[in-house]
């Protein structure tokens, strides 16, 4: 059994200029363990994609399923715990909070699930070694580097190991340098820890490090080419 499941899904946003039909008609299946590239031109519908999968939006017709669990039929109050325990996502601005600190930024949503501190200090511990930033816990987001800013974002998405990693455009912030390392970061999880991992992207440069590439056009898959690299 896959373990995301989309069917026949459609999304439009109605806007004053009218209605905007961001997916249509997505017929898609996700293995566990898989690392795939979203890729297409702006406006395709990656972000629109990736937030369906992760809890953060809804569609309009069809049906996602992630593991046993129809997403789509979640209320509000269990869409949120799915994101916050189910998904990891990365987002192209990273999205921390800048007054707190590293270790604090990783650790919120296990606080935020009624954790205490001595209960995530191990875990917290093992994911600053992961990505690097022992040296760097207790400094405020907002003092670190873009590259660092992705590391404990990516770090925050782990801490409740999900199955599933989703990233928005996580290198569009980085110079190419730090965007390979994000994307290494990222690779060596998948490959390490089998998390099934979906990044979507305009540019190239990820394509070689993926198991699978979709390609979207105007909402619709225009190619799934799979095990190409292999
Ligand atoms: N909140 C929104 N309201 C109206 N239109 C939107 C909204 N979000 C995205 N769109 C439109 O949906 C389409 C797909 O957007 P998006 O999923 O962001 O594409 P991508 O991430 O590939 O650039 C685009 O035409 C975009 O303008
Ligand atoms: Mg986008």
Redesign the pocket.
Known sequence: MPLIELRNIS?S???EAGE????QGIDLCFDSGEMVI?S????????????LIGGLDQPTSGEIRIGNKDISALSEKERTLFRRREVGTIFQFFNLIPMLTVEENIALPRWLDGFSNDEVKTRVESLLQQVDLTHRRNHRAHELSGGEQQRVAIARALINSPKVILA??PTGNLDSQTGLQVLSLLTDLNRKEGQTIII?T?SREADALADRILY?KD?KILKDIIGCWQ
Not at 20 to 23: C, D, G, K, W
Not at 41 to 49: D, H, R
């Open positions: 999304k946003y109605p806007t905007v039909r961001a997916l979203l297409g031109k702006s406006g395709c519908g990656k972000t629109t994609l990736l937030n928005d455009e979507a305009h979207l909402g």
